[in-house]
């Protein structure tokens, strides 16, 4: 490094870096400075940093290089020296190459012996092991690659593959293991380096104890039942030759033979090659349930059984054992007859009455629904114990003997459940009050109390085992008072109160208005509430508004002034009312609130014409009231048959609904829509849209429609419509229960949809595990059923219990008396998505035999992807072809891979098309007309597996934008930059 005006004396305090790395100063002059990169500072290879000199007393040193590249310094990798420089033929030699500018991790780091790999175990800066790969004897040159930049070679950079170095094995002794053992490995050239020597049985590595030139002695531990090849490596010379094996037999003795037909006896299981998590027992045809396994014991308890003798089969890692035997007989089987008192509080000291108990108190063990009666005295025909503590209902008791097993019983005990008082015993029809329940068998934890069928949430604090909390439930009856059924559930039993609840509309306050009815999120608006049945003591009146308190000012009886406080975030919110000792006031029906009971309207076109039939409705009218019809996607449960919608026609609407009208428009799945038609709309025939949760009056967070399962579609018909026949849009991910926070998929099945003349038949966006069954798709002009996304996080896999499913489709490309034309096809039957996931199956092509159409083809999305996404597969079973020449039209290289699971995809089982690659190897993978609408199309056999790769942040940053270059031994493809949104 040159410079000028470097005081010399203090050479020593002068400071260079690299980029941010220090260069220790060697010796300095007052024009140069010599320094050393420091190994341990870990510099990056291959990457231009910028070089600062600091000088002691003066500061940063101006830099005067015109070029930025010779400001610049570049570390490069150096290899020095290959240790050995040679090794065995048969590969895993452990190879130590010495130089400087490796690298800190393995990541980025290739070595190459020749054309061989040689596997990189270690790295640091200075040093890189390596295991060789099996190559024929020759002298290769050892290359480094670090980041893809070339070491340069400053020594003897080459390795010597040689026959006559390597070690081999001739003898085992002894080669079939039981438990822990010395085992003896014979052979040559194993030299005397303990740490050089490397034994495995299997997968399994054992450690050497001695080694000599011919003798290895290793300790073996217990190995699981099975037959395992030996392979022994000699780190300075690599993998020694031999075919040896070592046995580990599958041995094994049980007992006790005998024991109870009700299951549970403990079974020890005695031999060798047992080994924990791989290790299955059954008993008949029943698992065994596993206590405990090590090499040498099994312990597990009998399933339930016959009378009889049974086979018990061992298993360990697939490999069986010879069949042992077990009986199931009556007189080692404990029966429980009868108990006395058969009911009674925690506590009660109880007989049961029986036969083979045995007279060891210390064997038997009572449970009354898994809670402990504890046992004080026992004889083979009888024992007595005393009930814990357990909330009421009937529950079974069981016996389990430690040496015979469970006991045959059918014998029951009913802890009291029994409501004694309800308070306080009527109120408000808006519910509110807090009811107190005293009895006996109450679960404060668990219990549930109805009142007219309605949940009274329990107070789960304040409620113990004689008392439970609760807050009654609003109840829509329309009074004058309405008596109710009070009672508490404890799983599947129950106890009713002798008192009823009485709703009583003298005791129900009534909100009649609100005003205002917007305020500050900061709080401060004075609030006014009208209505009835209020209370002059504001101690008496609590207002909450979205469980916020509102200051009451001013209370009368149809009168209360409140002040609000601050609540977040903003939004609309329910104004509550709670008068102590009644109850909640009732909203009489307003836009936040509608008046929610059953009502039947009968359309007249005048007072004394007959009904007009709903589809020739156009206006209602209400007199003295306002009447709401509308659908914001809370309703559920309707059933929408028998109905014909023609001519839906787009609206000037704002909005997007209107612009773009359905015949059918459905907003929650949980409806039946069934043997319905739509025709000659702009538009399309059936849209399921579901927003996240209903909108509007109805809007609720608890209610997610897009999660929520398929009531019906069934036998359904559209023909003739602008866009699609079917169309659900943005997203549907149908899930048990339909709870917003349910993540267990729950197909929901479309069935039986006709549809012809139409842009697309079917299509479905965003979707979990949606499936279309029996449809017929005819003349429809851009595809028969479309299929954009399938997403992982909403199925469970492939197939029709958690899967994405097209089954038992028609899907005809032409019918030309439908009157398109001589030259019309469908451009594509069934077009695929973008992920995994989808199976086809039993579907039936037809008629796609003219120019520009094809059977199959794969989506594209506007704004997410037009060109250029792929690479995902599609499984087919049991497909058939009628008139259907053009099998697949594809668009690009590396597009999909479709699946033959029973060979009726391509006339071969397990074989794949895919696009055509000149990576593929022809000898098993061949061009096929049928499959070449467009993009040519090979098929493979089944010995061809394909996976889809795509780079997402490449690193380093330099790879932006750069081209992909894929070569192998049959060709090379290239794959353009492209950012996608997928």
């Known amino acids: 490094m040159m410079a000028k005006d470097l005081p010399i ?52 040193a101006i830099n005067t290089l015109s070029s930025e590249f010779d400001r610049r310094f570049v570390l490069l990798p150096n290899i020095d020296v290959v240790l050995p420089n040679a090794g065995s033929t048969t590969g895993m030699t452990k190879v130590t190459i010495k130089g400087s ?14 054309h061989f790999p040689c596997k990189v175990v270690s790295v640091n800066y200075t040093a890189i092991e390596c295991e060789t790969s099996p190559a024929p004897q020759q002298l290769v040159k050892v290359d480094v690659l670090i980041h893809g930049v070339a070491a340069l070679c400053q020594g003897n950079c080459s390795f010597l593959y040689l026959e006559s170095i390597t070690a081999f094995v001739t003898r085992i002794s002894p ?24 034994v495995f049985i299997g997968n399994q590595q054992f450690r050497a104890i001695d080694v000599n030139e011919n003798n290895i002695t290793v300790l073996v531990t217990p190995l699981p039942a099975g037959i395992y090849s030996l392979s022994v490596v000699v780190g300075t010379k690599g993998l020694a030759l031999g075919n040896l094996t070592v046995s580990s037999p599958p041995v094994a003795c049980v007992t006790p033979t005998s024991g109870s037909i009700g299951g549970g006896t403990t079974l020890m299981i005695t031999g060798n090659g047992f080994y924990p998590g791989n290790t299955t027992v059954t008993v008949g045809d029943e698992p065994c349930q596993i206590i405990s396994v090590n090499s040498s014991e099994v312990y597990c308890r009998t399933p339930a059984g016959t009378a009889g003798r049974v086979s018990v089969k061992i298993s360990v890692n697939a490999v069986a054992y010879p069949p042992l035997s077990f009986t199931y007989a009556l007189e080692d089987t404990p029966l429980l007859r009868g108990v006395v008192p058969s009911t009674g509080p925690p506590g009660t000291e109880i007989q049961i009455n029986g036969s083979n108990f045995g007279i060891d108190i210390l064997e038997i063990s009572v449970m009354i629904n898994n809670i402990q009666c504890n046992v004080t005295m026992v004889n083979d025909t009888v024992l007595q114990c005393i009930a814990g503590d357990h909330a009421g209902g009937t529950f079974p008791v069981m016996m389990h003997h430690k040496t015979k097993g469970s006991a045959v019983s059918t014998v029951v005990f009913e802890y009291p459940l029994t409501i004694h008082n309800i308070h306080p015993s009527q109120g408000s029809f808006g519910g509110g009050q807090t009811m107190t329940l005293t009895g006996t068998g109450f679960n404060p934890q668990n219990s549930v109390v109805l009142v007219c069928g309605s949940k009274c949430a329990v107070d789960r604090r304040k409620s113990n085992c004689t008392t439970l909390l609760c807050e009654i439930p609003p109840n829509n009856g329309r009074g004058p008072k309405q008596a109710c059924e ?87 919110a329910p104004v509550h009312v709670n008068i102590r000792s009644i109850g909640m006031a009732k909203l009489i029906g307003t836009e936040a609130s509608p008046f929610q009971h059953k009502a039947v309207v009968t359309l007249h076109g005048h007072l004394r ?35 014909l919608a023609v001519f839906v026609q787009q609206s000037t609407s704002l909005l997007n609904d209107d612009v773009t009208p359905a015949a059918f428009w459905v907003t929650n799945p949980n409806n039946t829509i069934r043997h319905n038609a739509a025709a000659g709309g702009t538009h399309f025939g059936f849209w399921y849209r579901m927003n996240n949760h209903p909108d509007g009056p109805s809007y609720d967070q608890n209610i997610c429609q897009k999660r929520v399962p398929l ?24 899930m048990q229960t339909g709870s917003c926070s349910s993540t267990v998929p729950e197909p929901a099945i479309f069935n039986s949809l006709t549809t012809w003349n139409c842009q697309k038949g079917a299509e479905w966006v965003n979707g979990g595990a949606l499936q279309f069954h029996n449809f017929v798709m005819v003349n429809n002009y851009e595809a028969g059923i479309e299929t954009k996304r399938i997403l992982a996080p909403y199925v469970g896999g492939w197939g029709e219990t958690i899967g994405a499913v097209i089954k038992n489709a028609k899907i005809v490309g032409h019918v030309d008396e439908l009157g398109m034309g001589s030259v019309f096809c469908t451009m594509k039957g069934l077009v695929l998505p973008f992920n995994e996931g989808l199976t086809v199956s039993s579907v039936h092509f037809m008629n796609f035999d003219r120019p520009n159409c094809a059977a199959l083809g794969v989506t594209s999305i506007t704004g997410v992807c037009n060109d250029r996404c792929g690479g995902w597969s599609a499984k087919f079973i049991d497909i058939q072809y009628s008139h259907t020449t ?52 090979s098929v493979c056999d089944a010995s061809v597996s394909f996976h889809r790769l795509a780079f997402n942040k490449p690193s380093p940053v330099s790879l932006l934008e750069k081209d992909v270059v894929l070569s192998d031994s049959f060709g090379s493809s290239g794959s353009k930059f492209v950012i996608h949104k997928i």
């Open 609 to 643: 014409s007959p009904e007009l039939p709903v589809y020739g409705a156009k206006t209602l009218a209400v007199r003295e009231g306002i009447l709401d019809l509308h659908e914001d996607g809370i309703e559920h449960g309707n059933i929408l048959q028998y109905n």
């Open 486 to 572: 009070v009672s508490v559930v404890n799983g599947k039993n129950s106890s009713q109160s002798t008192t009823p609840f009485i709703y009583t509309m003298s005791m129900t306050p009534f909100i009649t208005e609100i005003a205002p009815k917007r305020g500050s999120t900061a709080g401060g608006t004075r609030l006014t509430v009208l209505g009835s049945g209020f209370s002059e003591n504001i101690q008496d009146v609590l207002v909450t508004i979205a469980e916020a308190k509102c200051d009451i000012e001013y209370s009368n009886k149809t009168y209360i002034i409140c002040m609000t406080n601050a609540h977040t975030p903003s939004g609309w």
């Open 886 to 937: 053009n099998k697949a039209g594809f668009r690009w290289e590396h597009e999909v891979v479709l699946i033959d699971v029973d060979g009726s995809l391509t006339g071969h089982k397990g074989h794949t098309v895919i696009p055509h690659s000149s990576l593929l190897d022809p000898s098993h993978c061949s061009q096929e007309a049928e499959w070449s609408i467009g993009f040519p199309g």
């Open 711 to 734: 009531g019906e579609f069934f036998n359904n018909t559209v023909h003739s419509q602008g866009w699609f026949g079917l169309w659900i849009f943005e997203e549907y991910f149908p």
């Open 175 to 198: 080669n079939t293991i039981k438990g822990s053992v010395k085992v003896l490995i014979e052979g040559e050239g194993f030299g005397t380096i303990l740490e050089d020597i490397s």
């Open 101 to 114: 500018g490796f690298a800190v991790s393995s990541a980025g780091v290739q070595v190459l012996m020749g």
């Open 9 to 60: 004396e203090e050479k020593n305090l002068h400071q260079v870096t690299i980029g941010s790395y220090p260069c220790v100063v060697e010796e300095s002059s007052n024009n140069s400075i010599v320094c050393h990169i420091d190994p341990q500072n870990s510099m990056d290879v291959g990457i231009r940093e910028i070089v600062t000199v600091t000088v002691y007393n003066l500061g940063t």
